[in-house]
């Protein structure tokens, strides 16, 4: 059953198995009975030992294939139950259950059949190698708990982050967060995406990647955690710079058509926006903690650059103008 037919027809090898070993016994029968029995010692022994170890192996098979079945059954169980949440889960509005099912009938095999595994290891009585195997399954069966809470930890977070967000987005919609993408004049680079959709996207993914983090935790993963929780300050901090950046934006906007409001004024009006706009990127390059050293060294150029040109225009462009300039400010 467990076989098949693969290379050979199971029946065919186990027949062809009694037969040689048959015939070795009767093989060091006859040799016994002609007086050369010194040559076939070795052959004897080995023979004994194989025949005295056929019943440990019979033993560890059982367990084993008791097991296998008893593991078989039980998640079957759990998927006949998975079924009946599939359908609710379903009529609650969430897709794709049945890998979430999937996945947790094949935790429950494994954690019923390592025992049996083991317990079958231990019926050959080769601590040579029931010893070292006997470990590895122990500490895979020990640590099977803190797998299946952080699996737990991070479905809550996944079932309870789509619950919050679709909550947040229609809250969002219906309060008109959606018009504030005109206003804030990120039209050109959001598209036809809705604001309320994509704030909701932003908190369901930092409440996945806290459940993430914390299943890590549970795990005794920490180089992994601290990993982690450095993305985790990354990504706030790139949040808030790209905030403070589309605050910047709306700044700028405003002032360019509060000052450029009878349509003469607009290279002035540019230059104040481009200016806001500047910087308040400088400050979400630092707040993001992009190169702060590289930003101040070339805000400082620039400003630097402007009041150099401006020295040089007014004093060597226009020595006529400023001496006359000079003299008013005399009299």
Partial sequence: RLLGNTILDTNKFIANLVYYILMLIILLIVLEMLGVSYVLDPIRNMLNEFLGFIPNILAGMAIIFIGYIIAKFISNLVKMAG??????ANNMGFKETDKLVHFIQQVVFIVIFIPFIIQGLNALHLEA?????????????????????????????????????????????????????????????????????????????????????SGVEMLGLDRLAEVLHTILNLSGNVLFGLIILVMGNFLGSVIFKSMNGSG????????????????????????????????????????????????????????????????????
């Fill in 129 to 213: 190698i029931t010893n070292p195997a006997n470990n590895v399954l122990h500490q895979m069966l020990d640590s099977v708990p803190n797998i299946i809470g952080a699996i737990l930890i991070v479905s809550i977070f996944v079932v309870g982050g789509r619950f919050i967000t679709s909550f947040v987005k229609d809250l969002l919609a219906n309060v008109g967060m959606d018009k504030l993408i005109e206003r804030l004049q990120l039209k050109s680079v959001l598209g036809d995406q809705k604001l309320s959709s994509i704030v909701a996207n932003i908190i369901f993914f930092f409440m996945v990647f806290f459940g993430v983090i």
């Fill in 264 to 331: 003469d004024n607009s290279f002035v009006a540019g230059i104040a926006r481009v200016a806001i706009v500047g910087l308040f990127l400088a400050i979400a390059l630092r707040t993001m903690g992009i190169s702060n050293s590289i930003v101040e060294l070339a805000f400082g150029l620039t400003f630097g650059a402007i009041a150099i040109a401006v020295a040089l225009s007014y004093g060597l462009g226009g020595r006529e103008a400023a001496g006359t300039h000079i003299e008013k400010i005399l009299k």
């Fill in 83 to 88: 079924s009946l949440f599939d359908r609710l």
